[in-house]
């Protein structure tokens, strides 16, 4: 299907485990972003990418780690889960020429 | 002062009211700025683009004071299905091609 997915759309782990949280887009916008949503904190940028191979810090990037080697994906590793980063996780991508971000359902992350 | 500030409310107004947001910024240089619904649990979209001149869509109109630096969101004539919550979206200081988003105005419209 066309469009920006998220897998896993839920995901249950345990503090210290490596997690992987997918994107995949299908436009080959060149942007690409991992946001964490909290309560109380709106929309926080973690990483983004400008193209392949591309990638950059954004307000809250401990912990992460990101990846594009093509750019219809953009994984988001978390090395090993806290209980601070349970939260609610968008990506989304845009391209070179627009203002618009276009996000994925978001993938919501529990760690216990 | 933060980049972009917003009321998180809950604003809770009656079907055909008029009801407006504001969001305040501290980068003075910004240029581009937006406006985004967010349903319950759901993922953001683009409302609106804000333009100099301001910018009107429908029941939507979005303004922009740089002397004041804030953005606002004025719906005319609520509708239940406004429900949500509208994110201010302003460039951040870090580069252009990054955005900040605000935390949120929750608008609840009740029959």
């Known amino acids: 299907d066309a469009g920006i997915t998220q897998s896993p759309r839920y995901k249950i782990t345990e503090t210290g485990r490596q997690v992987t949280l997918m994107c995949h887009q299908t436009w080959s916008h060149s942007y690409m972003f991992w946001y964490r949503q909290d309560l109380g904190h709106g929309l926080r940028l973690i990483y983004y990418s400008a193209a392949a191979d591309i990638t950059d810090k954004g307000e809250v990037p401990d912990g992460y780690v990101v990846s594009r080697s093509k750019t219809e994906n953009f994984p988001l590793t978390l090395e090993s889960a806290t209980r601070s980063q349970t939260s609610v996780y968008f990506c989304?991508?845009?391209?070179?020429?627009?203002?618009?971000?276009?996000f994925g359902q978001g993938t919501r992350l529990t760690v216990v | 002062r933060k980049e972009v500030e917003q009321d998180p409310g809950p604003f809770n107004v009656p079907e055909g009211a008029t009801v407006a947001f504001n969001c305040t910024y501290s980068n003075s240089a910004s240029q581009s700025f937006f406006w985004y619904r967010q349903d319950c649990r759901k993922e953001p979209k683009l409302l609106m683009s804000v333009y100099s001149s301001g910018n009107e869509d429908g029941r939507f109109t979005a303004q922009l004071n740089r002397a004041s630096q804030y953005i606002s969101l004025l719906i005319r004539d609520s509708k239940l299905s406004d429900s949500a919550t509208y994110l201010c979206v302003v460039p951040s200081s870090g580069g252009y091609q990054k955005v900040t988003f605000g935390i949120g105005t929750k608008l609840q419209v009740i029959p």
């Open positions: 989304a991508s845009r391209n070179y020429r627009s203002e618009e971000a276009f």
